[in-house]
T-cell receptor, first 115, second 111 residues
Framework: DAGVIQSPRHEVTEMGQEVTLRCKPI?????LFWYRQTMMRGLELLIY????????DSGMPEDRFSAKMPNASFSTLKIQPSEPRDSAVYFC?????????????FGPGTRLTVL | GNSVTQMEGPVTLSEEAFLTINCTYT??????LFWYVQYPGEGLQLLLK?????DKGSNKGFEATYRKETTSFHLEKGSVQVSDSAVYFC??????????FGAGTTVTVRA
């Protein structure tokens, strides 16, 4: 089992550019989460999918952020246009049931730097 | 709402020392409690969890007991190793899927 795969691992871009982060969850997991981690705000849940359907996007900062999950094995988080305050580590995590007792399995993260 | 408060770091210890990281919580209902660990350059991974009061989670020599009366889930290890150097996050999830994380505690173990 390769675990949760995220790409790219590092992304450096200039303000105003479009950024797309990718995630491949563990096979069989039907819940998928996108988190953002910063020193100032810690870990923040951005969006949650269950069975490929967005259930809760209340954590998405603003309209510049969008996320899709076209199938069970792939999800993207897009920022357009990017701003320096979007610099953070973005994690994708998956789980098997969407219950409060479930373990979430995190990917290695994408470190985004917006200049 | 749900919230987690954990001991601020950083914490620096010598090898074989005893480690405690305090964690207290506020939650609706009957939450599940978790400790996640983040090693440098990696994502978070589950260290242990407890899903009901008085349960003890344990893994890799770490232990934590779900104390409903004190709303706590303190993490302990009797003898730390250099390889335990990481950031430790206490977290909870109550009636839904959302994990509420503490701020994280950075632990450094010196040889």
């Amino acid at each position: 089992d390769a675990g949760v795969i995220q790409s790219p691992r590092h992304e450096v871009t200039e303000m105003g550019q479009e950024v797309t982060l990718r995630c491949k969850p563990i096979s069989g997991h039907n819940s998928l989460f996108w988190y953002r981690q910063t020193m100032m705000r810690g870990l923040e849940l951005l969006i949650y999918f269950n069975n490929n359907v967005p259930i809760d996007d209340s954590g998405m900062p603003e309209d510049r952020f969008s996320a899709k999950m076209p199938n069970a094995s792939f999800s993207t988080l897009k920022i357009q246009p990017s701003e320096p305050r979007d610099s953070a580590v973005y994690f994708c995590a998956g789980g098997s049931g969407g219950l409060s007792t479930d373990t979430q399995y995190f990917g290695p993260g994408t470190r985004l730097t917006v200049l | 709402g749900n919230s987690v408060t954990q001991m601020e770091g950083p914490v620096t210890l010598s090898e074989e020392a005893f480690l405690t990281i305090n964690c207290t919580y506020t939650a609706t209902g009957y939450p599940s409690l978790f400790w996640y660990v983040q090693y440098p350059g990696e994502g978070l991974q589950l260290l242990l969890k407890a899903t009901k009061a008085d349960d003890k989670g344990s893994n890799k020599g770490f232990e934590a007991t779900y104390r409903k009366e004190t709303t706590s889930f303190h993490l302990e290890k009797g003898s730390v190793q250099v390889s335990d150097s990481a950031v430790y996050f206490c977290a909870l999830s109550s009636y839904d899927y959302k994990l509420s994380f503490g701020a994280g505690t950075t632990v450094t173990v010196r040889a």
